[in-house]
């Protein structure tokens, strides 16, 4: 048993600890990274999960295709299916675990740059980085069960075999025939020199499917990374853009106008709910009831032009409202007021609006209210020497305020590129780790041949280029699609709107990124090449 074991556990150990299982050793400190970004923890650890999963099944599913011989050894030498399987099990379970408690111990060592930041931005002194125990039973268990349960599963391709059978490798899977006359058709329609390696590669639906994998998790994190840069930057700019005072004074009771605030803005602000169509529960949002601005604050429609003040029961919405629960311009809204429910229509959309504001006539709202229509509870002025007692809120105050809001997107855009990249190149090269390892025959003959390495590295993985640049065309609709969809679940979640933002020099970008990705991934095997032609030989592969 105990010779065994020495065999398969150094046969796995040069296969963990291969290229094929660095992505294991990055797996833990990448869902330690990843939390900044917002994203509702439990739906995220289930899809890393399910990646995860995916990512260690195919691996077993290459590993066990090219041992199956071991495997049939093993059982004729008299050891039962279960132990072989177990060996496996335990091997997976003391890796994965080694690599979650190391991604751990990393994740809390590098906080320490995310909590400087947050420190700096919120002004928090007293806070002190460590690792809860929830963070145990969250970021470790989960990948160790899933790591172990997927090792398990992937076992069954030798449970129940005839070593015999096993050992003389009639029980390798069969090309399907439909396969076959599909890659043959497509490399048909190729120039001659790319006839071999297309349709080497699409007799392997298994690489192609991990390729769009691979390709769309990577756009994916580009796009969300530099939607939430840029909507950052669009949120302070309209918050930012129509303003020309310097106080913001909330008043800590009603007062009337009597005319002593020439030049100030007098406004009504309650606190009101809407009732839209598409959700249940009420959007919470704070009522203005304005006075003619003038100059002091000027709000603008989505096309640039300056709005006039409402009338009667009109009201202007945000953005935000409209992009995220989709109330349109000209529907007719409930609003709650004071426990009382009155039909607003929404005559436009403020396109400058401060976050969660509804814009309406003061006079109106002070109907609503039930107070005289003279009453206001703040007022916007560049003098606040005459007001009477409330909170004054300076430009200061209130632009450092919108450069906090703005500092956990720059931070999880940040973290997202770098994930971008490295989720991008570990999957790109196991990608092309996966097709290398299954094509050494090839290589052999190649070289039999009188082809070089660098030739022979440009037929089998140049021919991956393409596959990549098609599959960031396909995955690139469906991965805005699933950015936008993340922000506007963020935004409802959060109440913070986080408009979505791309455009084609992001999307050209982008691919660059991921060519170049494609190209050092590429560029790294031409040494392995090199290195089968030395060591292994055409007779072990031409069974």
Request: charged content about 15%.
């Amino acid at each position: 048993m105990s010779s065994f074991r020495s065999i398969a556990i150094g046969t796995a150990c040069r296969n963990w600890f291969g290229p094929a299982g660095r992505f294991r050793r990055i797996r833990a400190i990448f869902l330690r990274a990843c939390r900044p970004t917002g994203l509702s923890h439990g739906r995220f650890l289930l899809c890393f999960l399910m990646l995860s999963a995916f990512v260690v099944h195919l691996f077993y599913t290459f590993y066990f295709k090219r041992h199956l011989q071991k495997m049939g050894c093993f059982q004729a030498l008299g050891f039962a299916d279960l132990t072989i399987a177990r060996v496996y099990l335990y091997l997976t379970i003391a890796l994965s675990a080694s690599a979650a408690l190391t991604g751990m111990l990393f994740g809390w060592m590098l906080s320490g740059v995310l909590l400087d930041a947050y420190t700096a931005s919120y002004g928090i002194s007293d806070v002190k980085k460590g690792i809860q125990t929830s963070s145990f039973f969250i970021g470790v268990i989960p990948v160790i069960l899933a790591a172990g349960l997927t090792t398990a599963h992937s076992c069954k391709v030798f449970f129940k075999k005839e070593p015999a059978l096993l050992i003389k490798g009639t029980l390798r899977r069969k090309e399907s025939a439909l396969l076959v006359r599909i890659a043959d058709r497509i490399s048909a329609a190729m120039p001659e020199s790319k006839r071999f390696p297309v349709r080497i590669v699409f007799r392997k639906p298994a690489t192609l499917v991990l390729s769009v994998i691979a390709v769309g998790v990577s756009v994916t994190l580009f796009i969300m990374s530099i939607s939430l840069y840029l909507s950052s930057n669009k949120v302070y700019e309209s918050q930012t853009n129509g303003r020309h005072y310097s106080f913001d004074v909330k008043l800590n009771a009603l007062g009337q106008d009597v005319g002593a605030y020439a030049g100030s803005v007098l406004y009504l602000e309650t606190s009101a709910s809407v009732m839209t169509s598409n959700r249940k529960e009420p959007v919470r949002q704070q009522l203005i009831g304005l006075t003619d601005g003038g100059d002091l604050l000027t709000l603008y429609n989505q096309n640039g032009q300056r709005l006039s003040k409402p009338q009667g029961n009109e009201i202007w919405i945000g953005p935000g409202l409209e992009e995220i629960y989709g109330v349109k311009k000209g529907d007719t809204v409930t609003l709650n007021v004071s426990n009382k429910r009155y039909s607003a229509i929404v005559s436009d959309v403020a396109a400058n609006a401060e976050s969660n504001r509804i814009y309406m006539n003061k006079e109106q709202l002070a109907e609503w209210m039930n107070v005289e229509k003279s009453s206001y509870n703040g007022l916007l002025s560049n003098d606040v020497h005459s007001v009477p007692s409330g909170r004054v809120i300076t430009e200061e105050e209130r632009l450092f305020a919108l450069d906090k809001a703005a500092v956990s997107n720059r931070m999880s855009a940040v973290i997202n590129q770098l994930l971008g990249c490295i989720a991008g190149g570990i999957l790109i090269y196991l990608v092309l780790l996966l097709n290398f390892q299954d094509s050494t025959r090839e290589i052999l003959i190649l070289s039999l041949l009188g082809y070089r390495p660098k030739e022979i590295n440009n037929m089998l993985i140049g021919v991956f280029g393409p596959i990549i640049a098609a599959a960031f065309l396909l995955m690139l609709y469906p991965g805005i699609v699933i950015c936008r969809q993340i922000q506007r679940s963020l935004s409802m979640q959060t109440g913070d709107y986080m408009p979505f933002q791309t455009n084609v020099f992001i999307v050209v970008a982008i691919f660059v990124v991921m060519q170049i990705i494609y190209a050092v991934a590429k560029a790294a095997f031409t040494a392995k090449i090199r290195t089968i032609i030395r060591k292994e030989t055409i007779h072990a592969h031409m069974q």
